[in-house]
């Protein structure tokens, strides 16, 4: 027999200040997100939109009124899991992982408290608000090198379409007298995260049903791309029809919000178009003005088990929250890359140095770069990139997504295995070329002994191995050899494999096990 309470007013004090003691724990993970918010221009549309999440609980808050029983201890199984998946985040170092800790938490205090109706109350908002918190790094990193090449193919396709005639290379827009280089401020992103955020909430103004609200957010993202590459394409256009100084005005005035609301407008049109006549008269009536089944308007019991059990795993599990949060990462000894041999394999190495810009934008803890040379061969070169801690700042580039955007073109992608002993591990085959340049690349990631070709396998088991160890190191370890004349594909295939097994024997002083 289920145990129920008849509503007190305790049950109502009970709910904010667990929600108060909740955002007390995480407010140091909100200091990391208003830092993204104010220094990263891509997420500067947060406070705004944090607003508007807040405007939505207000708009349904009706639907506190009226409780129900409805999958009342699902709301506990979501609290267990927003506290598992902020343990793991934060010994794996994925920041950005904890603000779907937060929203998982906040969500199952609800359902237990209220059952569904009050899920459905903070689901809106909830739904909104991770449109704004940055993703990992990599995946980040994935986008931005992919809208950079999506916007250049288009822009370029379009200036062609009007008689201009370009040239491209990667990233890089030749005119002639004029070269534009679509960076990463190019790429887009700093209008695709809001246009999408604004997308769902357009979904949410209309009563439709929730396939045509997806189609809003499809909309929404093609609509930011597209537009991104027309306002590459008129920069290209007016700096050939007239001069660089009108088509640097032109591109100013149209990064920031001119551009942006411009965009939005474009978007509503399309979506609106979307809507039947009946659909249009619902405008304003979505899941802002909400509405209870018959059986749900009056009051109803609250349960009490599911309360009691969210209220002490919550006080139970503030203290292993923070208890978590003081961890500090296990930082194993190495040496450092200034004692790197130069010498392997018989071959000689020339040693390198980083642009600073990419030393930057990398933000390595240590890193080695050398072209080993010997007679009669082209060169191998050898980057070796090593973070003692990784988190959402600081985790490796993965070659796969940066080697286009250098104007590189990956003709062929494979996962071979190369023998380490008695051990097979696998390692990522790329031969790319660059106008009648060509390069055989192999590459792989490594953490706490484990050799990864692929980027995501080495994302999760940074994440699972969070589980059993406190260490977040890795490396990304590239190497690359020019294929032409004198250096078939097979005899390039041969050197690398010969100059890996060697390289795997040195690594473990410098790139820990």
């Known amino acids: 027999m289920e145990l129920t309470l ?26 990391l997100l208003w830092d993204d918010w104010m220094n990263k221009e891509e997420f500067t549309h947060g406070p705004l939109m944090f607003l508007v999440s807040l405007y939505l609980l207000w708009a349904r808050r009706s639907l506190l009124d009226s409780y129900d029983t409805r999958l009342n201890w699902v709301g506990v199984v979501f609290c267990i899991m927003a506290v598992c998946v902020y343990s793991l985040a934060v010994k794996s170092g994925i920041e950005n992982i904890r603000h779907l800790s937060l929203f998982l938490m906040i969500f199952g205090m609800f359902i237990a408290f209220g059952g569904v109706t009050y899920g459905r109350f903070v689901l809106p908002s909830l739904i909104l608000l991770p449109f704004v918190v940055p993703p990992p790094a990599f995946l980040n990193a994935n986008l931005t090198y992919g809208l950079q090449l999506v916007s250049t193919d288009m822009s370029v396709f379009m200036l062609r379409g009007v008689g201009i005639s370009v040239f491209q290379d990667g990233n890089i827009i030749d005119m002639g007298t004029l070269k534009l280089a679509v960076v990463e401020a190019c790429a887009g992103l700093r209008y695709l995260y809001p246009m999408i955020g604004l ?20 909309i ?18 007016f700096a050939e029809w007239t001069n660089t100084d009108v088509s640097d005005g032109f591109f100013h005035l149209f990064e920031g919000w001119v551009f942006f609301l411009f965009s939005f407008v474009v978007m509503i049109a399309i979506c609106y178009l979307t809507l039947t006549k009946k659909q249009k008269a619902t405008a304003g009536n979505g899941v802002l003005k909400p509405s209870l089944p018959e059986e749900l308007k009056e009051e109803k019991p609250a349960s009490l088990g599911p309360i009691i059990g969210v209220i002490l795993l919550s006080v139970a599990l503030v203290g292993a929250l923070v208890s978590i949060r003081t961890i500090e990462p296990e930082i194993p000894p190495r040496s450092s890359f200034s004692s790197f041999p130069l010498k392997i394999d018989n071959m000689i190495a020339e040693e390198d140095i980083l642009p600073s810009v990419e030393q930057t934008i990398l933000n390595m803890s240590d890193y080695f770069l050398g072209h080993y040379r010997a007679a009669g061969t082209p060169p191998v070169t050898l980057f070796i990139g090593y973070y003692e801690e990784q988190s959402a700042a600081n985790t490796p580039h993965s070659p796969r997504v940066c080697i286009p955007s250098g104007g590189w073109e990956i003709e062929e992608l494979d996962e071979i295995e190369l023998s380490k002993g008695d051990e097979m591990v696998p390692v990522n085959r790329v031969l790319i070329s660059h106008g009648e340049d060509k390069l055989l690349v ?3 990631f490594q953490q706490r002994g484990k050799y990864l070709a692929n980027e995501y396998k080495a994302k999760l088991n940074l994440l699972l191995g969070g589980l059993t160890s406190a260490r977040t190191d890795g490396a990304l370890v590239r190497l690359s ?28 002083a410098y790139v820990p096990e």
């Open 6 to 31: 008849q509503r007190f007013d305790w049950t109502r004090i009970a709910l904010p200040i667990l929600l108060a003691m909740v955002l007390l724990v995480y407010l140091p993970d909100g200091e």
């Open 199 to 218: 997308g769902v909430l357009a979904g949410m103004l209309f009563d439709i049903p929730i396939w045509k609200r997806g189609l809003f957010v499809v």
């Open 220 to 237: 929404s993202a093609g609509v930011s791309i597209i537009m991104n590459s027309v306002r590459i394409f008129l920069t290209g256009a």
């Open 442 to 444: 192999y590459y792989w």
């Open 481 to 508: 050899m020019p294929v032409n004349s004198t250096m078939s594909e097979v005899l390039a295939d041969k050197q690398l494999t010969q100059f890996s097994q060697s390289l795997f024997e040195i690594l473990p």
